[in-house]
């Protein structure tokens, strides 16, 4: 029995002893910029957003239904993403813009290239074919479950 | 006659002589502070090869080579090559070695894996088992990135406190007879985990370790910071090395005069690299060219020297496990 005491009794000054270092680290560790990062990923967000419906009334003007304009609006953007990624400029810009230009779908477009140009090397089906998916597919697995649950309350409260 | 002095370290007899180093880098190191300190720079991360592996591979074989033909000595005279890198099964090393031919023990320390090196050639030095032993450590930071973080194109934001992984390899050449710095004494680490999670901040998580050992040398061989004209570590970027100097401030021991981390001397502040430089390259290229060059010319006359390194890995971080750490120092001196 006092044998466990002890054992305890060493975790929770090894715990304590832990929280003081990591009070220690904080202090010392310097805080992101973010009044710049927030002004950055606002700008950069909001452009890329922007180009989405200049594209999207480009669409619209070529007499194409509401839907289908927003889709290829949407197909436009995620070609540039995965352009702008495959000539080495997105992750610059992601650099800088943070969330700014990971959530719009040009960031989606940039997870899913980033990996299939860095695995190549491995092969196109152990290599690109596996790990294209390594960053997206979490976002599309969650994705595809949330819209199953909504679409069943949906369907329950019908 | 038992060469073991205290609790963790050794006290070396015939100290070993470091007679020769070299070093390589890449395009992004060769801009920074040390640009007249590295025997060749490439002109990018690939140099011509298929792969960033087989890149790191070459900044090894390179290394070793240099290193020995500096000191006009064939590789037959090697008697063993200790070295290693931070990819998965060493890979980068074992394809260098490939090439060479030569005896060969693999480490994994890390980014302490430099001085696990020299400390495992001076003990065998010492000992009589072999009159010249090469230690030798690489990393690539796009091959790095990628095993240990995200795709190099992934457009994320890297914190402030992130340290940047060095492309490149150095090779020390150790010898029972010569010219050059001896190596007097070493300290072996012991694994210190504070707790700290964040793969981000391995400054932060190595610091305890480097205290550890540095206290311990100091403890062991009884000497104090002052004995020594610099006392140097190996990656632990402006973060860790603030720590340190704070965490020993707390056991009496001041080196804020004497101190400086060799991953804060890799990079110039605009180029991007945040807190600093890290990986097994950081602590080799510095000490391989600069640390070596002014001990040659008697400005640094005794040295501690330290390899920091995190040992954790993609699965451990997964898992939740903390980052544990470790620190081991030589003791490297002029005659």
């Known amino acids: 029995m006092p044998n466990e005491m002890n054992k305890k009794q060493q975790e929770i000054k090894e715990k304590m002893q832990q929280q003081k270092y990591q009070s220690k680290v904080d202090n010392v560790t310097p805080t992101p910029p973010l009044l710049k990062n927030i002004c950055w990923a606002f700008v950069v967000g909001g452009l890329i957003c922007t180009l989405g419906q200049l594209f999207t009334d480009y669409f619209l003007g070529l007499d194409l239904p509401k839907k289908e304009a927003s889709a290829c609006a949407t197909a436009v953007l995620v070609f540039l993403g995965a352009f702008f990624t495959g000539i080495g400029v997105y992750d610059d810009l992601g650099k800088r813009a943070g969330a700014g230009s990971i959530v719009p779908i040009t960031g989606f477009a940039n997870s899913i290239v980033a990996p299939a140009m860095e695995f190549k090397r491995e092969g196109y089906v152990f290599g690109v074919g596996a790990k294209m998916f390594v960053i997206a597919g979490p976002v599309l697995v969650y994705g595809m479950v949330t819209a199953f649950i909504i679409g069943l309350i949906y369907w329950i409260r019908q | 006659m038992n060469k073991k002095q205290g609790m963790q370290s050794v006290v070396f007899t015939n100290p070993p002589i470091i007679t020769s180093t070299a070093n390589i880098v890449g395009p992004m190191e060769g801009k920074g502070l040390l640009q007249g300190y590295f025997d060749y720079i490439m002109p990018d991360n690939l140099n011509g090869l298929a792969s960033w592996e087989q890149c790191e591979s070459y900044l090894m074989e390179y290394a070793i080579k240099k290193a020995i033909e500096k000191e006009s000595s064939t590789m037959e005279e090697v008697d063993c090559v200790f070295a290693g890198d931070l990819l998965n099964q060493l890979m980068s090393t074992h394809f260098a070695m490939k090439n060479l031919k030569r005896p060969f023990l693999g480490l994994y320390g890390a980014c302490s894996t430099m001085v696990e090196g020299m400390l495992l050639s001076a003990i065998l030095l010492d000992g009589g088992f072999f009159n010249k032993i090469v230690a030798a450590a690489s990393s690539h930071h796009d091959a790095a990135e990628r095993q240990y973080r995200f795709p190099n194109e992934m457009g994320v934001q890297r914190p402030p406190g992130a340290q940047w992984t060095v492309t490149g390899s150095g090779a020390v050449v150790v010898s029972t007879s010569g010219s050059g710095p001896r190596i007097t004494t070493g300290t072996i680490g012991k694994i210190v985990d504070y707790g700290i999670k964040d793969p981000n901040a391995m400054g932060p998580a190595m610091a305890p370790a480097a205290v550890d050992t540095i206290w311990q040398h100091l403890q062991d061989i009884g000497r104090t910071p002052a004995y020594y004209d610099m006392i140097f570590t190996g990656d632990l970027g402006s973060v860790g090395r603030d720590l340190v100097i704070q965490l020993l401030q707390e056991k009496g021991v001041d ?78 001196e002029m005659p």
């Open chain 2, 255 to 332: 080196i804020s005069n004497n101190y400086q981390d060799c991953g804060c001397m890799v990079y110039r502040e605009n180029q991007d690299a945040h807190a600093g430089a890290s990986g097994c390259a950081s602590s080799a290229i510095v000490l391989c060219g600069y640390i070596y060059k002014r001990l040659l010319q008697d400005k640094l006359k005794k040295i501690l020297f330290l390899g920091t390194g995190s040992l954790h890995s993609t699965t451990s971080y997964q898992q939740k496990e903390s980052i544990p750490c470790i620190a081991h120092a030589v003791s490297i």
